[in-house]
């Protein structure tokens, strides 16, 4: 049972739709991250939140923007995506100390149409 | 170079062999060190950390060599249930809350 929960688990979307991805832990971390993870590719580190703050944005096009409401909750806002944006969105979250390792949710697998 | 560097495989291993995977990281800063194991379609899961001294958990025993920058993971006995793709992850910066992520290796167990 993960600790880290993402809704939805599939979404399809039009190239014009607004969508958001949920992302939400109850482990008592302070640190949560966007990855994206496509097919044959490693996971793509997209955005990091530490204490709510934003600490890296790791050069993500506007069209995704994220929201960190509280430590417990992440959001990715989307509009006006590509076809090639479609990939596995995974969350993470994670205790902010060295040696802590990451705990993921089960992702959002997204297609762009 | 990249950040982090493993072979993607696919490695096709009989059952009951011993396998092992290394993994490179580029920055020599880096201060922690995980494997982590993602089946088909599922989200990656902690399989170890991997310290300075090494570490062994059952079959699977994992090092870490900073002189020459890699990690390594080995595992045992291998069972069919060990199929999945090994993800090599480096934390790269002391306070940084980054983790970097290898491309993984594709492990296939044959019976």
């Known amino acids: 049972e993960t600790g880290v929960t993402q809704t939805p688990r599939h979404l399809v979307m039009g190239m014009t739709n607004k969508k958001s991805l949920k992302c939400e832990q109850h482990?008592?971390?302070?640190?949560m991250y966007w990855y994206k993870q496509s097919a044959k590719k490693p996971l793509e580190l997209m955005f990091v939140y530490n204490f709510k703050e934003q600490t890296e944005n790791n050069s993500v096009p506007s069209r995704f923007s994220p929201e960190c409401p509280n430590s417990s909750h992440l959001f990715l806002h989307l509009h006006t995506l590509q076809p090639e944006d479609s990939a596995l969105y995974l969350c993470?979250?994670?205790?902010?100390?060295?040696?802590?390792?990451?705990?993921f949710g089960q992702g959002t697998r997204l297609t762009v149409v | 170079r990249k950040e982090v560097e493993q072979d993607p495989g696919p490695f096709n291993v009989p059952e009951g062999a011993t396998v092992a995977f290394n993994c490179t990281y580029s920055?020599?800063?880096?201060?922690?060190f995980f494997w982590y194991r993602q089946d088909c379609r599922k989200e990656p899961k902690l399989l170890m950390s991997?310290?300075?001294s090494g570490n062994e958990d059952g079959r699977f025993t994992a090092q870490l060599n900073r002189a020459s920058q890699y990690i390594s993971l080995l595992i045992r006995d291998s069972k069919l249930s060990d199929s999945a793709t090994y993800l090599c992850?480096?934390?790269?910066?002391?306070?940084?809350?980054?983790?970097?992520f290898g491309t993984g290796t594709r492990l296939t167990i044959i019976p």
């Open positions: 991997v310290y300075s």
């Open positions: 482990l008592g971390h302070n640190a």
């Open positions: 992850v480096v934390n790269s910066d002391f306070g940084n809350e980054k983790l970097t």
């Open positions: 920055n020599s800063a880096s201060q922690s």
């Open positions: 993470a979250s994670r205790r902010e100390t060295v040696n802590t390792e990451a705990f």
